[in-house]
């Protein structure tokens, strides 16, 4: 919904957004009828971030790591539960592709939110749950729950301690979450300039750093054409995984 409106305003300088990948890499595979061009109807701006999001269990389960679990998954007569934050999210779809790769028999359930969705799995109504760095820590760190690995080409900040899927032998994760500015297509190459300066400015203080950090969120920022590209490469990756999942809004 933010997005359309963005796509819509004037092209002013006045109006424009900061958000996930999932606006421009994920719906225009997952909605027929999508209210924008994810290519067409934005001025880039800059990337601001890589986000990352890991696999929790709790710390009850019988296995510490990702080898583990798939070893146990594989032991059940039963399919292994897992939940995300909703049907086409990151999660749901990493862990579409953890069970294509490793053969596993995963039955997805979409919460939500990504909280109630891990307070189901420590209640055991849930055997694991994707989830990000700033949702797992506080139950990591209280000893209820641990992280089994993260996607991303490498650790999240936020969770340093915990290994990447590849680390543990698991190819194909190395797709992570990013976060990126954009202003309505046709807003002045000099307006788009002055906004990127201006986040870029942000970026740099330490305080808003450490912020993204405990989120999870590593700061990177690039140019639009360099925005652009990582928005072409990794619409086709995402694409394939919500085809493998059969999710559609």
């Known amino acids: 919904v933010g997005a359309e409106v963005v796509a819509r305003a004037a092209p002013d300088g ?17 909605m027929r009828d999508l209210p924008y061009d994810p290519l067409r109807s934005f ?19 019988p296995y510490a790591d990702l080898p583990g679990f798939a ?8 399919p292994v539960t897992y939940g995300s934050w909703g049907s086409g999210s990151a999660g749901h779809l990493y862990g579409a592709l953890l069970a294509r790769q490793a053969g596993l028999n995963l039955e997805h359930v979409p919460y939500r939110g990504e909280q109630p969705a891990i307070a189901d799995m420590l209640g055991g109504r849930l055997d694991t749950t994707f ?26 900040s936020g969770v340093p301690e915990v290994p990447t899927f590849a680390e543990q032998g698991f190819a194909g994760f190395d797709l992570p979450l ?22 870029v400015r942000a970026v740099a203080d330490p305080v808003i750093r450490d912020r993204m950090a405990d989120q999870g969120q590593t700061p990177e920022l690039s140019t639009p054409e360099e925005l ?22």
């Open 14 to 30: 006045h109006t424009f957004m900061i958000t996930t990948n999932s606006t421009h890499t994920n719906v225009v595979h997952l």
């Open 43 to 61: 001025a880039p701006i800059t990337l601001l971030s890589w986000g990352s999001v890991l696999l929790l269990a709790p710390r009850a389960a």
């Open 71 to 78: 070893a146990s998954a594989r032991s059940l007569r039963r």
């Open 131 to 156: 989830a990000s760095p700033v949702g797992a820590r506080p139950q990591i760190a209280a000893g209820a729950a641990r992280g089994l690995g993260t996607v991303g080409a490498r650790r999240s």
């Open 178 to 199: 990013f976060v990126a500015a954009w202003a309505p297509a046709g807003t002045p190459p000099e307006i788009t300039a002055r906004l990127r300066e201006s986040l």
């Open 228 to 249: 652009m590209a990582v928005v072409r490469r990794d619409t086709p990756r995402w694409g394939e995984l919500i085809a493998v999942s059969g999710a559609r809004e």
